[in-house]
């Protein structure tokens, strides 16, 4: 069976420091591996994929994502946290069907 | 860009009431799908449509039914609302079922029922 674990509830980052938000997950062949972003009181938006090919992927807003095959990882990173991205991050991965995980609270502090 | 746009934002609902919740996607999407989010469980999938008048059910659709007449609006039905359905409902389309390109959702409807 597919599953996404996001081990961390809440995350609280200082502004322009680096940011991690963690995802693990396990599903039997390759997957496709995703991060959304919810703001408050909107539904989510997409921010980056991995499919296949380069393990480091880039997406919007100046985010991106490791994925580590060894470890079944798909961290989402940003360099500099800004206050405008706190939010509600969901990871999620296609295997059979489509799975997300419970999701992890940002918080960038000012 | 892709729109999907779910008609109502909040509702405020009975118990036991009927309760339709209409979302509707403007790119010729196949795929639609309903999810309920609630806090720490994530997303869970309640209904999902490949095609128009086909319909499959998720992960949860205990208490719902779905409708897809047109190709472009997929219908979430409440057959008679409980307090436990109290949630924030999203809609989701996609391109083909290869999810090469992800979801793009709605915005989301907060429904509570009391």
């Known amino acids: 069976a597919q599953s996404v674990a996001q081990p961390e509830d809440q995350v609280n980052v200082a502004e322009g420091n680096p940011l991690t938000v963690k995802c693990t997950y396990s599903?039997?062949?390759?997957?496709?591996l995703f991060w959304y972003v919810q703001y408050p009181n909107r539904g989510l938006q997409f921010l980056l994929k991995?499919?296949?090919?380069?393990?480091l992927v880039k997406g919007s807003y100046g985010f991106e994502a490791e994925f580590n095959k060894s470890q079944t990882s798909f961290h989402l990173k940003k360099p500099s946290a800004l206050v405008s991205d706190s939010a509600l991050y969901f990871c999620a991965v296609y295997g059979q069907n489509f799975v997300f995980g419970p999701g992890t609270r940002l918080s960038v502090l000012p | 860009d892709v729109k999907v746009t779910q008609s109502s934002r909040y509702l405020v609902k009975r118990t036991g009431e009927k309760v339709f919740l209409e979302c509707v996607q403007d790119m010729d999407h196949e795929n639609m799908f309903w999810y309920r989010q609630d806090p720490g469980l994530g997303l869970r999938l309640i209904y999902f449509?490949?095609?128009?008048?086909?319909?499959e059910k998720g992960d949860i659709p205990e208490g719902y039914s779905v409708s897809r007449e047109k190709k472009e609006r997929f219908s979430l039905i409440l057959e008679s609302a409980s307090t436990n359905q109290t949630s924030m409902y999203l809609c989701?389309?996609?391109?083909?079922?290869?999810?090469?390109?992800?979801?793009?959702f709605g915005s989301g409807t907060r429904l509570t029922v009391v």
């Open positions: 449509s490949y095609d128009v008048k086909m319909k």
């Open positions: 989701a389309s996609s391109l083909d079922r290869s999810l090469a390109y992800g979801y793009t």
């Open positions: 991995y499919i296949t090919g380069d393990n």
């Open positions: 599903v039997s062949g390759n997957p496709y």
